[in-house]
Nanobody, 123 residues
Framework: VQLQASGGGLVQAGESLRLSCAASGITSGINAMNWYRQAPGKQRELVAGISKSGIANYADSVKGRFTISRDNAENTVTLQMNSLKPEDTAVYYC??????????????????WGQGTQVTVSS
């Protein structure tokens, strides 16, 4: 699977942004889809994740402000970010876990990353 993220940008504190990520290629067997972020000088951290059945989990720092959702038919995952803070500034990456059977009958486990999209929140 290949992942393409979009929707980043520059906003002021308190404003909103919506990130989207579309999967393409071999999309069968996609399980959890996630959003990570990495700020300058910091480690990459999990922001939010959602299972195939729609169960979501969030980092404490974004609970109540961010909402993750997915469309299994369209193979997309979205992160709605409200009440943005300067500390949300980072490069955001979408991520997907995949398990599928190839044409030879072999199970293939794959973890895919999108290219990253910059989110900058000014104070």
């Amino acid at each position: 699977v290949q992942l393409q993220a979009s929707g980043g940008g520059l906003v002021q504190a308190g404003e909103s942004l919506r990130l989207s990520c579309a999967a393409s290629g071999i999309t069968s067997g996609i399980n959890a889809m996630n959003w990570y972020r990495q700020a300058p000088g910091k480690q990459r951290e999990l922001v939010a994740g959602i299972s195939k059945s729609g169960i979501a989990n969030y980092a404490d720092s974004v609970k109540g402000r961010f909402t993750i959702s997915r469309d299994n038919a369209e193979n997309t995952v979205t992160l709605q970010m409200n009440s943005l803070k300067p500390e949300d500034t980072a490069v955001y990456y979408c991520n997907a876990d995949q398990l599928y059977m190839d044409s030879s009958g072999t199970f293939i486990a794959f973890n895919a990353w999108g290219q990253g999209t910059q989110v900058t929140v000014s104070s």
